[in-house]
């Protein structure tokens, strides 16, 4: 059922107006999101956000650039450690070191550095360890002059103390450093690019790194460079260290905003995808990425978006190259970067506020616009709510009047409704007036919710109303009713009719009354409004008809038996549930002396004869047989649910003594014993389908007639193999004579002398997937006695299809097969005369070999063909009945010799002698002479030059549908092969 939702005038104007105001504002908020205020404001918050990052970058640039050691910065110590390396031993000069350490103090009060160091190598030193000095600034950004603000974590302990400076608590005079350490590279990794690259200066071989192998507490940064000697060995190296809260001092995460989600992160990259945390700097990140942890960032609208696995938040990042190494460098690809941070949320802050201000003002301005609409839309349908009430007050029997509103719209309205009313309150009489006139059996009830129920006058009699007259009932009054209506039902069935706009329901009820009479009421039940309207109508005499017209449909009219549809009904809905059916058989029944009877005694008492089988089949009628007449004297039985054959056989020979010792009385002299013939296919060791099974029964049953009349036979498989076409074929033949489907190819005969066409032989294609060749064809007509329709058929469709396919006045022939033991008789010539007059002189009868001829039929088609000018043709010459006789005895224009005695004559003598005896016997009598089945070019060559007049084969050209030429290359082959 389809539902309408009804919307009052009120609704749809707040509705108007409500979309009208919210239309307004999705179009100012759409202009404001459309234009490009809000993406230019988001995009000023990150270049905002990355402009400071990029002046904290260009300052550690700054920073990390004067650090640098230069040529001039360290000359001096550079000569003292030349003069030490050339004495390869640190320890040979105390002058030596105490110069090299007090030029290493220059440097790290000179330089904005936390720490300096010298370290040689101990191979080139012959030490066990790694000779080093190395001094720590804890205040690299003040100066004391009392130097206590330096001390010493490496070196000797004689020359620190004598040079006054502090040794650390962990100090050591050595440092142990391993190259597969990866803390160590600030070493090893300058002193390897130096000895692999000689070429390069020690500047060029510097490298910045990370260590904690110097001081565990304190994180650095680093700077290497490599001690360089003349002979270009590499035997230390020197630099120095920024600690990393020395570098946060110089990254303050407060330049990024107020906020506490800020950071600067220093780290470094080979290639730019994955970053390794050097430092990071800002509380709110901290204790998140540690050093040496990953970072990734990734492109977003407008900076890029840092992801790290210690992250859930969006944090937004803007990474900024530090310059340390100049191009074609050993360390060029190891890229620092200054990456700020900051949270997405907080960055966006100002362009997600707008975002909000507009959003409620929107929403505020519908939630308003809303009450205002509420209110005015009250105010315009007042008068409209007003004319409604009145309506619905008004009793529905007498007609409306209105008040008028004073709008000139509605007012019209209640004009057209009282109208309306009238012409309704008029026509209601007239309807009521006209049911009650022609005494129908058909009543109405309109049921108005669960307040009143309205009858017209019939209904109470139709239902058997306690009150039948009543016509106004409560609905209490009208259910009481109902209810000893429902006592009274024996069954009902339901339907449902769907419709463009509603549905309706129909029930047919079943019932029957105190005096066992049985009734049946049509109940149409549809939704009107939202009032119920039943139209009840007496439908007993309809029922009975249908049920009288259901039976002369399934049962047959002599017998009263189920005829072969309602059987197959029933059959088919048993087999569909194979499971259940145990073992099941199909017998078919047919009366062995119902022509005698007939012949006899009249048709009248054949259906005596039959009706008295009927019966006593019907006594096999139960819950596990059906019987049904099939047709004519043929009976079908279906056994089902049996456990084994031997049940069912010995039910149907029990059945089949009975009725072969029943007598049937025709007169007081006259009565015949009752004999019958049974065929049975079982299920399923047979078939497992209707059709099938009969058709097995029916084969059984041909046996039982052509065999052992009278008998009880069942379905052989081997014996329905051995026999099936002429079976099978029955039928088909039948079907194809009627409908007289065949067509005809046509093959050419061929002049032996310059390849001209002569004729055509019209050769027979069957359309049947059964009976697939002329010989079928021939054969189960023979049986069937149905040779004479076969050669009625074969001349009116031959000549048919070759009319069809020539024009008046040809010169060629048409050969046509005929079957010499049938005659020409006098309504196939008459058609042949009216339909093809034209045609009839190009006719060539071809008289069969293979059948016998019979002189008056040859008579009657000679005839036929003097009076027509049309000629006959002896066919398959060698391969029939007594061919020399036939040759001396018949009258014939042409001899065509089978294609047994031509396929290979070029090669063999036998043949040729034969065909050479034909030729000239032939000849002597004025027959011209074809050959049949010319397949090679040596046979056609040899009969050409031998005499032979025509020829005919698939050398020459197949059969075809449409008339055919042979091919040019032949004809010449024809014109060559002359003598």
């Not at 015949?672 to 029916?698: C, E, H, N, Q």
């Not at 042949?832 to 034209?838: M, T, W």
């Amino acid at each position: 059922m389809i539902h309408h939702h009804d919307h009052s005038l009120f609704q749809r104007l707040l509705l108007t107006l409500i979309m009208l105001v919210t239309l307004i504002s999705l179009i100012f908020v759409g202009a404001v999101f459309s234009s490009n205020a809000l993406r230019d404001l988001k995009q000023s918050s990150y270049n905002l956000f990355d402009q400071r990052v990029v002046y904290r970058t260009n300052e550690l640039q700054k920073l990390l650039a004067s650090t640098e050691l230069g040529s001039e910065d360290i000359a001096d110590i550079l000569e003292s450690c030349r003069l030490l390396y050339q004495q390869q031993n640190t320890a040979s000069d105390p002058e030596l070191n105490e110069a090299i350490l007090q030029k290493l103090f220059s440097i790290t009060h000179k330089k904005m550095i936390t720490g300096a160091y010298i370290i040689f190598d101990k191979q080139v030193f012959q030490s066990d360890s790694y000779p080093a000095f190395y001094l720590y600034d804890t205040s690299p950004s003040e100066y004391f002059s009392d130097m206590s603000d330096i001390s010493a974590k490496y070196g000797d302990a004689t020359i620190l103390k004598q040079n006054r400076f502090i040794l650390e608590h962990d100090w050591k005079p050595s440092m142990q450093l391993h190259a597969d350490n990866r803390q160590h590279d600030f070493y090893f990794n300058p002193l390897k690019t130096a000895h692999d690259n000689p070429k390069l200066s020690m500047e060029e071989c510097a490298y910045w790194g990370t260590s904690n192998s110097m001081d565990a507490e304190r994180p650095v940064i680093t700077y290497s460079m490599p001690l360089i000697g003349d002979d270009h060995t590499v035997y230390g190296v020197i630099g120095f260290d920024l600690t990393l809260d020395y570098l946060k001092t110089v990254l303050p995460y407060s330049d990024l905003g107020n906020e506490n989600k800020k950071a600067f992160v220093l780290a470094h990259t080979d290639d730019a995808s994955a970053y390794q945390t050097i430092l990071t700097n800002g509380p709110a990140y901290s204790g998140y990425i540690k050093n040496g942890s990953a970072l990734k960032l990734e492109k977003d609208t407008y900076g890029y978006q840092l992801s790290t696995s210690a992250l859930d938040d969006q944090v937004i990042g803007s990474a900024h190259k530090i310059h340390l190494y100049d191009t074609n460098t050993p360390f060029e690809k190891d890229s620092w970067y200054l990456i700020g941070m900051t949270d997405k949320d907080e960055l966006y802050s100002n362009y997600q506020e707008i975002n909000r201000v507009l959003f409620y003002a929107s929403i505020s301005a519908i939630i308003i616009a809303g009450f205002i609409a509420l209110y005015a839309s009250m105010i315009f349908t007042k008068p409209i709510r007003q004319l409604a009430a009145h309506l619905r007050q008004s009793t529905k029997s007498s007609e409306v009047k209105l008040p008028r509103t004073k709008i000139k719209e509605i007012d019209e309205l209640s004009n057209s409704i009282e109208d309306l009313s009238h012409h309704l309150s008029g026509a209601e009489f007239r309807l009521s007036y006209v049911l009650h006139t022609i005494d129908m059996p058909i009543g109405a009830i309109e049921v108005f919710g669960e307040k009143s129920v309205f009858c017209t006058e019939k209904v109470g009699h139709l239902l058997g109303f306690e009150h039948p007259d009543k016509m106004e009932y409560s609905f209490e009054e009208f259910k009481h009713e109902i209810d000893r209506y429902t006592l009274r039902i024996i069954s009902y069935e339901h339907e449902q009719f769907p419709d463009k706009q509603q549905s309706s329901d129909m029930y047919i009820v079943h019932t029957i009354d105190q005096d066992n009479q049985e009734s049946w009421h049509r109940f149409l039940l549809s939704h009107v409004d939202k009032n119920l309207l039943i139209v009840i109508s007496d439908v007993t005499a309809e029922i009975h008809e249908k049920e009288n017209l259901i039976y002369e449909r399934d049962h047959d009219v002599l017998t009263q038996l189920l005829n072969r549809r309602a059987f197959r009904r029933e059959c088919d809905r048993l087999i569909a549930d194979p499971s259940k059916l145990g073992v099941a058989a199909m017998v078919l029944w047919d009366l062995d002396n119902l022509k005698l009877v007939n012949d006899t005694y009249g048709h009248d008492a054949g259906d005596r004869l039959i009706c008295m089988i009927a019966n006593l089949l019907r006594d096999a009628n139960n819950e596990q047989c059906i019987t049904s007449r099939m047709a004519g004297d043929e009976f079908l039985l279906f056994y089902h649910h049996y456990h084994s054959t031997e049940e069912i056989l010995d039910k149907v020979q029990h059945l089949h003594e009975k009725i072969n010792e029943t007598e049937i009385q025709f007169s007081e002299q006259d009565s015949i014993r009752l004999k019958v013939s049974a065929g049975i296919a079982w299920m399923p060791k047979d078939a497992d389908d209707f059709d099938t099974l009969v058709k097995y029964a029916d084969f059984a049953m041909y046996e039982v007639k052509n065999y052992q009349k009278g008998g009880i036979r069942s379905f052989s498989k081997d014996n329905y193999l051995h026999n099936n076409l002429l079976f099978d074929g029955r039928q088909e033949l039948l079907n194809i004579l009627d409908e007289e489907r065949v067509q005809y190819a046509f093959q050419p005969i061929v002049n032996a002398r310059d390849g001209s066409i002569l004729g055509y032989e019209a050769l027979m294609r069957p359309i049947s997937l059964i009976l697939k060749t002329p010989l079928d064809i021939m054969w189960v007509a023979r049986t069937q006695k149905q040779l004479y329709r076969v050669e009625r058929m074969t001349w009116i469709q031959a000549l048919k299809q070759f009319s069809e396919r020539v024009e008046k006045g040809t010169k060629h022939k048409i050969f046509i097969n005929s079957i010499p033991s049938i005659p020409l008789l006098e309504d196939i010539k008459q058609q042949l005369e009216e339909q093809f007059h034209d045609f009839l002189g190009n006719v060539v009868i071809e008289l069969l070999e293979s059948e016998e001829i019979e002189a008056s039929y040859m008579q009657t088609k000679q005839e036929f063909c003097k009076r027509w000018n049309a000629q006959t043709a002896l066919d398959d010459f060698g391969s029939g009945y007594s061919s020399d006789h036939r040759l001396l005895s018949n009258q014939t224009n042409y001899v065509k010799i089978d294609m047994e005695f031509v396929r290979n004559i070029a090669l063999d003598k036998e043949r040729q002698m034969l065909v050479k005896n034909v030729l000239e016997f032939a000849h002597s009598r004025g027959i011209q002479v074809i050959a049949e089945g010319v397949e090679s070019y040596p046979d056609m060559k040899y009969l050409i030059q031998n005499g032979i007049d025509y020829l005919q084969g698939y050398y020459l050209g197949k059969p075809e549908f449409d008339l055919q030429d042979i091919s040019e290359a032949v004809k010449v082959q024809i014109r060559k092969a002359q003598v």
